[in-house]
């Protein structure tokens, strides 16, 4: 990229923009990107990792995976309705924090396995929640492997943009791995499965004004909320034979729930993207009124 025909500096460091400068929002970013792996091996250097701590390694490195992956996927969204357009020079990042705590999570996986190779290949094709996480795998390693300007280049914006639209399917794939890994407890799942429907679903507004956006967030949220409860109440019918109306009825007994964490979740932001457009109108109001009375 060149600006008044001179090349733009490339970024070598995650906290500076593409013009060398350095930024505290980037470095926030990447120091809480960095933060889980760094605690992760601090607990490990100081054994607190309990009586199995490469099972524990395992889960912690794919449970951050699908936490990033809806941070990554929430960008746009946010970026969008809400109008924090910095957003956009951190989703990168953020894709590669995923890509890599993907790889750590397949990486412990085969240590664990003694590093038998052909015994994690046959693990994975035998097992239909190791092959569906492995495709995930696959998808993540190849939106990372392009995401440089060098691939947006080659492929051009239009060849990018469609190839890198996989991450929806890869984002469902990771939440179908997570779902069926949990076997038992299935909250931490179902919430975020109920969140990546509901950013699956705002993607679709994002170019409506924002009076529509607002209007259509909301709906949005207790759709969402709707699909974690029945989501969660089939698992539990299905693999554990719970009558699905008395699932669906925890949902109203005072706990916070999946469903319910996804209702105050996407109902906090929907308030949220209605008050910021009516705060910047005031905003700019009040300094338009300034201007005329200084004119005057």
Do not use: C
């Not at 969204?77 to 990168?92: D, N, T």
């Not at 300007?149 to 190839?163: A, C, E, H, K, S």
């Amino acid at each position: 990229m060149e600006r008044n025909g001179l090349a733009a500096p490339s970024i070598t460091m995650p906290w500076q923009e593409r013009s060398g400068a350095f930024s505290p929002f980037r470095l926030a970013v990447f120091l809480a990107v960095v933060a889980p792996a760094a605690w992760l091996a601090g607990r490990a250097l100081l054994g607190d990792l309990g009586p199995r701590p490469l099972t524990e390694a395992i889960h912690t490195t794919g449970l951050w995976t699908v936490r990033l992956l809806l941070a990554t996927l929430a960008v746009t969204p946010v970026r969008r309705i809400l109008g924090w357009s910095r957003l956009a020079a951190v989703r990168r990042m953020l894709g590669l924090a995923t890509m890599s705590y993907a790889l750590g999570h397949i990486g412990l996986y085969i240590a664990d396995m003694d590093l038998n190779l052909p015994r994690v290949a046959s693990e994975i094709v035998l097992r239909i929640y190791l092959t569906i996480g492995f495709a995930a795998l696959l998808g993540l390693t190849v939106l990372g492997a392009t995401s440089t300007n060098g691939w947006i280049r080659r492929l051009g914006g239009r060849g990018w943009q469609r190839l890198h639209r996989i991450v929806y399917v890869v984002a469902l794939l990771g939440a179908l791995h997570f779902f069926m890994q949990s076997k038992l407890d299935i909250g931490q799942p179902a919430w975020m499965t109920g969140l990546l429907l509901y950013l699956l679903a705002a993607r679709l507004v994002v170019r409506q004004g924002a009076t529509a956006r607002a209007a259509a967030l909301l709906p949005l949220g207790v759709l969402a909320a709707a699909a974690t409860a029945l989501m969660e109440a089939g698992w539990y019918a299905v693999n554990n034979g719970a009558p699905i109306l008395r699932v669906l009825a925890a949902n109203l007994d005072g706990r916070m729930t999946p469903a319910l964490w996804v209702l105050v979740v996407t109902t906090a932001f929907s308030l949220l993207a209605a008050a910021l457009p009516r705060r910047r109108a005031g905003a700019a109001m009040i300094a338009r009124a300034v201007r005329e009375a200084g004119a005057r």
